[in-house]
């Protein structure tokens, strides 16, 4: 999994030594709150942590600095679950940030470059990402990112504790290769390379 860089974030592939940051983040219940309506506790995001190390090779989670300050975190993963059944050459994009991060534009810039590398880099067909219907914050991101609107569905996760709003369903948000190549959401994400040595 390669460090990747766009205008103002360096998304670092996750380590052990990231793990008091993902508590940091999975800690706060606002930033929880379409996912668990709950802070996680230490122990929760170390069970996080070891499944988020061991995802295929290639996928993976980054953990995203903008200069030396802690953003949050981005994904983009094989299916998996009940509601992502497994599709040849489609991934799951994910982002989560820290709320002192948030109406910056670090997700949608996170999502671009997670984006470029699952199809320039990975070789994928199509790259999705769900969410609540009523997390209407995430979903402007997924359109932002150039994400279109696939499907509603009812989850068939079992949740011991069904987080508010979610009789209200899933949503599944979609960019597929032949879109992106034939127009790129946000142009280049990447930062600019450096002018040549004279």
Known sequence: MPTLHTQRLTLVPLADEHLDLEHELDSDPEVMRYLTARPSTRAEVERAHRRRIATAPGFGFWMGFAGDDFAGWWILRPPQGPDQPYGEGEAELGYRLLRRQWRKGYAREGSLELIRYGFEELGLDRIYAQTMAVNTPSR?????????FKRAFTSAADYDDPVE???????????????????????????PAPPPAT
């Open 140 to 148: 402007a991101t997924m359109t932002s990112a150039g994400l279109t």
């Open 165 to 191: 709003g979610s009789e209200q369903g899933e949503v599944e948000y979609e960019i597929t290769r032949e879109r992106w190549l034939a127009s790129p959401p946000g142009g280049s994400t990447t930062a």
